[in-house]
């Protein structure tokens, strides 16, 4: 069975840092590109960034400068640390990966940023 | 990132027809194709459809999806109450380097 497991959300202040971790199984980590995508409640999905199988890292606009995701295929685990956060940060953070890129996804990690 | 157009909304009779379509461009949908996700509220999105228009496993055959040019399009036969979700498309964009996503159908089963 296909698992992704985030963690690390919270609260944090804007200016503030967040690193998110996502520990996958059940399926060949190293051969997929892997994904962060955020959803503010009640609000629909936006891209935040994406690693490849290869390394190659890819951000959103919104994300650039701020943001870096990583992965190490050596414990099938994908991170993104947020730096510099900023309220309209806040969403529910889903770890996400697979066949077509969306394939699996997290239960998500909740971001809040306020002061 | 500029998104994809989707319907806010679609809304139909129990065992009718919906179709939910998503404009896009040719860097996106028109030359990569586009996945189709269905988010049940309270719950993650899930895969309905993937690049190539295949369902993934478990996934019932009233979901259908095609593309024509720079617009794809998700078709749910038979409409049943567990339906009713919000719908994204998305795609990658080969001019941005990103994923854009659709900006979401809500789906009413009347």
């Known amino acids: 069975e296909v698992q992704l497991l985030e963690s690390g959300g919270g609260l944090a202040q804007p200016g503030g840092s967040l690193r998110l971790s996502c520990a996958a199984s059940g399926f060949t980590f190293n051969n997929f590109g892997m994904s962060w995508v955020r959803q503010t409640p009640g609000k629909g999905l936006e891209w935040v960034s994406l690693i490849n199988a290869g390394g190659d890292t890819f951000y959103a606009d919104s994300g650039k400068g701020r943001f870096s995701i990583s992965r190490d295929n050596s414990k099938n685990t994908l991170s993104l640390q947020l730096n510099s956060l900023r309220v309209d940060d806040t969403a529910v953070y889903y770890c996400?990966?697979?066949?077509?890129?969306?394939?699996?996804w997290g239960r998500g990690t909740l971001v809040t940023v306020s002061s | 990132q500029t998104g994809l157009t989707q319907p806010p909304s679609v809304s139909k009779g129990l065992g009718q027809t919906a179709t939910i379509t998503c404009t896009g461009k040719?860097?996106?949908?028109?030359?990569?194709?586009a996945v189709w996700l269905q988010q049940i509220r309270g719950h993650p999105p899930k895969l309905l459809s993937g690049r190539n228009n295949g369902r993934p496993s478990g996934i019932s055959e009233r979901f259908s999806a095609s593309r024509s040019g720079n617009t794809a399009s998700l078709t749910i036969a038979d409409l049943q109450p567990e339906d009713e979700a919000d719908y994204y498309c998305?795609?990658?964009?080969?001019?941005?380097?990103?994923?854009?996503f659709g900006t979401g159908t809500r789906v009413t089963v009347l």
């Open positions: 998305s795609a990658w964009d080969s001019s941005l380097w990103a994923h854009v």
């Open positions: 040719s860097s996106n949908v028109g030359n990569q194709g």
């Open positions: 996400v990966g697979g066949p077509d890129g969306l394939a699996y």
